[in-house]
Nanobody
Framework: QVQLAESGGGLVQAGGSLRLSCAFS????????MGWFRQAPGKEREFVAA????????YYVDSVKGRFTISRDSAKNTVYLQMNSLKPEDTAVYYC?????????????????WGQGTQVTVSS
């Protein structure tokens, strides 16, 4: 069973930066990209970014392109999300999961059981 553990969130002012980490274990199928998703209060969970296991392909939602960078360390079974130039609208709980897609521009988390996520709050 895959276990996902997100960390690195916090409170930051607009324009600031944070680096999120996702440590995972029990992964048996590396054909799926690893992805970051987020859920703001009162909104549906949305796709943020994904990276294939070789690291040769990355995908981003338009709203974070040029500001966020996804990367991975295969040896550590860890995926990162470097977030720069943060905006108040980036405030959300951030989750990682294997990513299924794209279907048009939509991606979905492969596992129904999500981790606890990590809270990112950006103040204006």
């Amino acid at each position: 069973q895959v276990q996902l553990a997100e960390s690195g969130g916090g409170l930051v002012q607009a324009g600031g930066s944070l680096r999120l980490s996702c440590a995972f274990s029990g992964r048996t199928d590396s054909s799926y990209p690893m992805g970051w998703f987020r859920q703001a209060p009162g909104k549906e969970r949305e796709f943020v970014a994904a990276i294939n296991w070789s690291g040769t392909s990355t995908y981003y939602v338009d709203s974070v392109k040029g500001r966020f960078t996804i990367s991975r360390d295969s040896a550590k079974n860890t995926v990162y999300l470097q977030m720069n130039s943060l905006k108040p609208e980036d405030t959300a709980v951030y989750y990682c999961n294997e990513a299924v897609g794209p279907y048009g521009t939509r991606w979905f988390g492969r596992y129904a059981s999500w981790g606890q996520g990590t809270q990112v709050t950006v103040s204006s």
